[in-house]
């Protein structure tokens, strides 16, 4: 074996033990059974529901959050086939088990199986990524993908979070052409830019930030509107010709975005909601809106497996280069600076990652 894959008995891991604590610690190295592989964690992306779940407390403590994660298999199980010690692969830590009632639906977020967390640095999984090793449950597996020589361990991190973007764009029904509003140009808000123009669309970005602006306009959205602007209305329309926009994507939980995306959404249209986590936002709209004008509300959350092949050629063949969006990287021991800059994103910040080893 080589050096680089010596496996030691102990690790560092970022724990968490209630709303905003986080601590480096101790922990043993995860042990495998013979159908689960370890992986040495390269890096992995600070995730808004990771955000969520540190801040606000949702889940009981102590747990080691982190699942946008990439690294290198450094254990085998006797049972497991396809893969060997030294492969660097990016990991999903939901998989559907594709036969349940929901599964067959494509309602692949609400299967149990999926719901399970299936990699661990240790406590409760919760995705682990935040550590030195993960341990990945044989269910997880097949979400386990190679990454080519070419790319890096950022790229193969971010094949989580793309895969959750198509999938919502999924959700649009488009046809080749079409305009859609992108609300948001934070670091999801652009990779939907980004990924409607290669699927042929054309993007009108909104945000309040003039630089997400600016951006937008490099990650491909034909207009870039200030959506606070006296003028915002008429300029979206202006953009979008007479009918309104065939959709609009929510990337941001604003109640102002949602009113002016639903104005603008042409009879028909949908709206994607994307970024409304928060259990109990209420919001009052006009129900007309969706039985009379048929402007369809839909939501999506988190990723449909059965698009892994397509973002993994998207993303490692650079059709979309997701390297410009990551802005900053911090060392593991300061994964709670990574976290606050990303619950409180700066005008210069996009995607945040945790470079572990
Ligand atoms: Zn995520
Ligand atoms: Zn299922």
Redesign the pocket.
């Known amino acids: 074996m080589s050096e680089s894959l010596a496996v030691p008995k102990t690790m560092r891991a970022v724990v968490y033990h209630g709303p905003g604590d986080l601590r480096m610690e101790q922990l043993p190295v995860p042990g495998i059974r013979s159908d689960e592989i370890l992986v040495r964690v390269a890096t992995c992306g600070v995730c808004p529901t990771d955000i969520k779940k540190i801040m606000h407390g949702t889940v009981p403590p102590p747990r080691v959050f982190g699942h946008e994660t990439a690294g290198t298999i450094v254990r085998v199980g006797a049972r497991v086939r396809g893969f060997s010690e030294g492969d660097r692969v990016g990991l999903h830590h939901h998989v559907?088990?594709?036969?349940?009632h929901?599964?067959r639906h494509r309602a692949f977020a609400q299967?149990?199986?999926?719901r399970r967390t299936g990699i661990t640095a240790g406590y409760e999984p919760a995705g682990g990524g935040y550590a030195e090793f993960v341990r990945v449950m044989s269910f997880c597996l097949p979400g386990v993908v190679r990454i080519p020589r070419a790319n890096g361990f950022e790229e193969g991190a971010m094949l989580e979070p793309v895969n959750t973007v198509l999938k919502g764009i999924r959700r649009l029904d488009l046809l080749p052409g079409d305009t859609v509003l992108v609300a948001g140009q934070g670091p999801i808000g652009l990779l939907f830019t980004r990924l409607l123009k290669v699927g042929g669309a054309r993007v009108v970005a909104t945000d309040l930030l003039d630089s997400r602006l600016r951006l937008a306009k490099k990650w491909g959205a034909r207009h870039a509107v200030r959506a606070d602007a006296i003028d915002a209305v008429d300029a979206i329309r202006k953009a979008a010709g007479r009918n309104g926009v065939d959709a609009a994507v929510l990337a941001v939980p604003s109640a102002a975005a949602l009113h002016q995306a639903q104005s603008l959404l042409r009879g028909g249209g949908r709206l994607l909601l994307f970024a409304h986590t928060r259990r109990g936002d209420a919001e009052p709209i006009d129900l007309a809106s969706v039985c009379v004008d048929e402007k369809d509300l839909v939501g999506s959350y988190s990723s449909d497996f059965t698009l892994q092949t397509e973002v993994a050629r998207l993303v490692f063949r650079r059709q979309l280069d997701v390297r410009p969006l990551i802005t900053h990287r911090f060392p593991l021991s300061e994964t709670a600076a990574a976290v606050a800059l990303a619950a409180k994103p700066t005008a210069d910040s996009l995607k945040i990652v945790v470079k572990v080893t």
């Open positions: 559907p088990c594709l036969d349940c929901f599964c299967c149990a199986t999926y």
